[in-house]
């Protein structure tokens, strides 16, 4: 690829730079560079952070137009450009939007004046991110309006809010918060009552925050926070955050030009069926249920009248798909024909699709019939096999090579597999006895790996570009740069995250107070084994909405519990004044993960307090 060399920045030219929501990472690099170029800048001072400006050279004019008139502003620019000055000119978010450029580039354009305007992240996206939600979803919406109400600035009729509400499209709606009533009252013509909308105050600042509701209880919400300015409203079904339906891209039952399509189906859910359909075939299934945990016997009618335990069927194929969508194992003692001939249609992807065994009713032969590896039909086949007494058949080309295989070794360690794309990678260079790394500083996965297993260990990420490796794989709780060589990622479930916040606040607004903390400390959230805060949240719906949005287990701690003398960072008089005890974030984090510090100590963002500790042990 050919190289691409920076554009160059020009003395006696302005330039427009849309410095983002407020975040001063949340720049172009471009406009990055200017700032840091440039003989004069005139900022947005009441929008614009000062710590934007904080790579400015020292020699630099700086000036705040926050009080100055379009003239006073325009002759300021001008002045520069005489001068010979780089000379930025440094507006929030993008200035395509709701700003004051286009008449400054008028008068630029006037007096023969060059310029170029830089674009940058306006607040409607960057609340978007931190949300984790998408404006635009399959069967929700494919439109985004950015709008606001009528104001000392009018809006054409053509555009009001009860008008464009019709579409029921995903909508932002700027410099409008302070009339939140109003804005509720157009948005009911077109939208139902129970529309989600967010509140975004003040995105990217240290203050931010973020108020979650629906067009029935958004305003008292709002008035009670007492947000008059400084946020912006985000409206419709996509604010849920819950797809109505998968987008074809990635829909292994859609085809285009890189991908044949694949079948639809069920997904495995919990524990083990154990099928059977003839007497024989039920008294061994019956014993295997018995010695298998979490396990659920199924069986015709007239075996479970007889055999205790048993959920009876009449019609076996739809019991058989039942099966496939509750459980995520089958054990089916039977022919494999008749499996195979009732699996065909319900088979969906290799993430999805259940571990399916199936053995003969006397149990000699366990066959390991599907998702091997990443469902566990190999360890499950194996564990039938001890039970019978019969002998396990396994087909896939790791365990017939005595290779291991990364996805039954990551789950066997307990890791979360970040990309499985790059499983079947690392499994192929194995089968080819290629040179694969591993970076594992916890030694979350090296336990487990058998002493054949010939792998380059990697004292440091950057190693692994730099020795000749077909792949590798990075084992670590945090985020970091992978390829090349391909790389898989496993994370090992060794963070705590202990919570504290105000009562009634929104699972929305403590999810973007973890995903922010979580990003700015270099920390996955897919490591998280588990949340934890005092028993007094017990009933929080918040939290308790977080908790299943990530399904994570939460640890409560009593009062007393929380009174251990256990040395924190931050202790807080005001949280002892209410509570009785100088922390909770902290403490409870600490004492979950039996930890003698905390990785990354209390942060507060708003109404939540966020801390995080590292497992003690693995």
């Known amino acids: 690829m050919e190289d691409r060399k920076l554009k160059a920045i020009e003395q006696g030219k302005v330039y427009f730079i849309g410095a983002g929501p407020g975040d001063p990472e949340l720049i172009t690099v471009r406009g990055a560079r200017i700032i840091e170029a440039a003989d004069l800048i005139v900022y947005a001072g009441s929008l614009v952070p000062q710590l934007l400006l904080s790579q400015a050279k020292k020699d630099s004019e700086i000036h705040d137009s926050a009080r100055l008139s379009l003239e006073e502003t325009h002759a300021l620019l001008c002045a520069g450009v005489r001068k010979d000055m780089v000379v930025a000119r440094v507006h929030t978010g993008d200035p395509a939007l709701y700003g004051a450029t286009q008449e400054q580039i008028q008068l630029l354009e006037k007096e023969g004046i060059s310029y170029e305007v830089i674009p940058g992240v306006t607040v409607a996206f960057a609340a978007?991110?931190?949300?984790?939600?998408?404006?635009?979803?399959?069967?929700?919406?494919?439109?985004?309006?950015?709008?606001?109400?009528?104001?000392?600035?009018?809006?054409?009729?053509?555009?009001?809010?009860?008008?464009?509400?019709?579409?029921?499209?995903?909508?932002?709606?700027?410099?409008?918060?302070?009339?939140?009533?109003?804005?509720?009252?157009?948005?009911?013509?077109?939208?139902?009552?129970?529309?989600p909308v967010v509140v975004a105050y003040r995105v990217g600042w240290p203050d931010e925050r973020f108020i979650a509701g629906k067009l029935t209880d958004i305003a008292d919400k709002v008035e009670k926070s007492e947000i008059r300015r400084q946020a912006v409203i985000l409206v419709g079904q996509a604010m849920s955050g819950k797809l109505q339906d998968r987008s074809k891209l990635y829909d292994p039952t859609f085809a285009h030009g890189f991908r044949q399509p694949q079948q639809k189906g069920g997904a495995a859910r919990q524990g083990v069926a154990v099928l059977a359909l003839t007497p024989e075939g039920s008294k061994l299934a019956a014993q295997i249920a018995a010695e298998l945990e979490e396990s659920s016997l199924y069986l015709p009618n007239e075996q479970a009248s007889t055999i205790g335990g048993a959920y009876p069927f009449t019609d076996f194929k739809e019991t058989f798909t039942k099966c496939i969508s509750k459980h995520k194992g089958l054990v089916c003692v039977m022919a494999t024909g008749i499996v195979v001939r009732s699996l065909a249609p319900l088979l969906k992807s290799k993430e999805e699709d259940p571990a399916v065994v199936v053995l003969d009713e006397m149990g000699k032969n366990v066959i390991s019939l599907l998702s091997g590896h990443l469902g566990g039909a190999n360890r499950l086949a194996r564990e039938i096999a001890a039970i019978t007494g019969g002998r396990e058949i396994i087909t896939t080309a790791t365990d017939v090579q005595g290779k291991i295989s990364f996805d039954d070794l990551a789950a066997h360690a307990g890791l979360v597999i970040e990309n499985l794309d790059r499983v079947k990678t690392m499994n192929m260079a194995l089968l080819k006895e290629e040179q694969i790394g591993l970076y594992d500083p916890g030694k979350w996965l090296q336990p487990h790996l058998p002493d054949t297993a010939g792998l380059k260990i990697l004292q440091l990420p950057e190693e692994a570009g730099k020795v000749g490796l077909s792949g590798w794989i990075f084992v670590s709780d945090t985020l970091g740069s992978f390829e090349p060589p391909p790389c898989l990622i496993l994370r090992p479930k060794s963070l705590v995250v202990g919570v504290?916040?105000?009562?009634?606040?929104?699972?929305?607004?403590?999810?973007?107070?973890?995903?922010?903390?979580?990003?700015?400390?270099?920390?996955?959230?897919?490591?998280?084994?588990?949340?934890?805060?005092?028993?007094?949240?017990?009933?929080?719906?918040?939290?308790?909405?977080?908790?299943?949005?990530?399904?994570?287990?939460?640890?409560?701690?009593?009062?007393?519990?929380?009174?251990?003398p256990v040395e924190v960072p931050s202790p807080s008089d005001k949280v002892m004044k209410h509570l009785g005890v100088e922390s909770v974030c902290e403490k409870a984090a600490v004492l979950s993960a039996g930890a003698e510090e905390l990785l990354v100590p209390k942060q507060i963002l708003g109404k939540v307090t966020v801390a995080v500790a590292r497992v003690a042990s693995w």
């Open 128 to 195: 978007a991110a931190v949300l984790g939600r998408q404006f635009s979803q399959p069967g929700a919406s494919q439109t985004l309006i950015l709008t606001r109400l009528a104001g000392r600035t009018p809006v054409p009729e053509s555009e009001n809010l009860a008008g464009l509400s019709q579409h029921q499209a995903s909508m932002v709606i700027y410099l409008s918060v302070s009339k939140i009533r109003e804005v509720v009252a157009e948005l009911k013509q077109g939208y139902p009552e129970d529309t």
């Open 500 to 564: 504290g916040c105000k009562r009634g606040t929104e699972a929305v607004e403590i999810a973007a107070a973890l995903k922010r903390v979580f990003t700015e400390y270099n920390l996955s959230l897919l490591a998280v084994r588990n949340l934890a805060t005092v028993e007094l949240k017990r009933d929080e719906e918040g939290l308790n909405e977080l908790v299943k949005m990530y399904h994570w287990p939460a640890a409560y701690y009593s009062v007393s519990d929380l009174q251990a």
